[in-house]
């Protein structure tokens, strides 16, 4: 099998190149051959890696930034994810799509499941929400992935910033009134490439659709940055002391949803996948993370 991944160096691009196994290749591309703000680039650059599904991981992901830029945030976030998932109906394939937990308002008390209504309160959730319309519009042959929190050993993410950071500091605060499920690229990258197979296996309605994909369990940022220092010292590495503070106290740009966390039973009844526990996937990227830096 061939999948094509937009994003050439994206956490979730990444993951996949270096999770796939042998007998599946992943072609990671990017910019300037397929540039989703330009979307005339890309049917042509899809069309030439010759896949049998495309991956849809690449984003405008500076959710701070696009409160001031939202025209580039919509153009390669709804648009572009629109165009590539056009140019998968147009090659006959099956497209999976990456979105997010921001689609969401993050007022409800439980985690969210698929069926519940959005209501983004960043310009990013917000098209992010127009994509994920897009996608569907697009090609009925699609899976869209709801996802959180990614970390990763590549790219920029929490956990890389927060061992950055305890270089130089004994103590961070942290907020710990917003609630998510950290979530491995990694684990992403697995579970991914199970949907793929199935995909392209078997034309079943009930494989398409959306679906939440996040690691297992649930934390604040606080309970994140805990972790990760516990973790951390354990292997040797830098830790600092995490004092929690509130979103109050941490103003940002962007709004965030105050519970980010996404139920997962729908992929694990439908396709019989959970992803790992969080805490564990979190040690997995530590020692990877601490490894590159010694
Ligand atoms: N990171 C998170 O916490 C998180 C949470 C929920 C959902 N998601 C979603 O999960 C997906 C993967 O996220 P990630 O963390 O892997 O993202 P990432 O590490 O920020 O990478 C984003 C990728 O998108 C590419 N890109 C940006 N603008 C582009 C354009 N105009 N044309 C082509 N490529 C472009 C970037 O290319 P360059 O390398 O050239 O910059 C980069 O490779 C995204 O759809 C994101 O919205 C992420």
């Not at 696009?66 to 590539?84: D, H, I, Q, Y």
């Not at 009844?269 to 990227?285: D, M, N, Q, V």
Request: glycine share 8%; hydrophobic share 45%.
């Amino acid at each position: 099998m061939r999948i094509a991944v937009t994003g050439r160096e994206g956490q979730v691009a990444r993951s996949l190149r270096a999770t796939a196994p042998s007998g599946i290749e992943v072609i990671a591309i990017g910019r300037p051959e397929l540039d989703l703000a330009n979307p005339a680039s890309v049917l042509p650059a899809l069309t030439a890696a010759q896949p049998d599904v495309i991956v849809s991981a690449a984003a405008y992901t500076a959710v701070d930034k696009a409160e001031s830029e939202p025209e580039s945030a919509f153009a390669v976030n709804a648009a572009g994810a629109g165009a590539v998932s056009e140019a998968a109906a147009k090659l006959g394939i099956p497209v999976i799509h990456l979105s997010t937990d921001y689609v969401f308002s993050g007022e409800k008390l439980a985690p969210y499941v698929e069926a519940d209504p959005t209501g983004p309160i960043s310009v990013y959730g917000s098209t992010k929400l127009e994509g994920e319309l897009r996608v569907a519009a697009g090609n009925p042959d699609h899976v869209i992935l709801r996802t959180a929190w990614v970390y990763s050993p590549f790219g920029a993410n929490f956990v890389k910033t927060m061992l950055r950071l305890a270089e130089t500091r004994n103590e961070l605060r942290v907020v710990a009134d917003q609630q998510g499920c950290p979530t491995a690229a990694l684990d992403i990258a697995e579970a991914t490439l199970a949907i793929a197979a199935r995909l392209k296996a078997d034309a079943d309605i009930a494989l398409r659709g959306t679906f939440h994909l996040t690691g297992t369990g649930e934390a604040s940022w606080a309970d994140f940055a805990t972790e990760i220092f516990a973790q951390s010292r354990a292997l040797g590495g830098n830790s600092a002391a995490v004092t929690p503070i509130t979103t109050a106290e941490y103003p940002t740009p962007a709004r965030r949803p105050a519970n980010s966390r996404l139920s997962g039973d729908k992929l694990a009844a439908t396709y019989g996948i959970r992803l790992p526990g969080w805490k564990s996937s979190t040690e997995i990227a530590v020692r990877a993370i601490l490894k590159n830096a010694i």
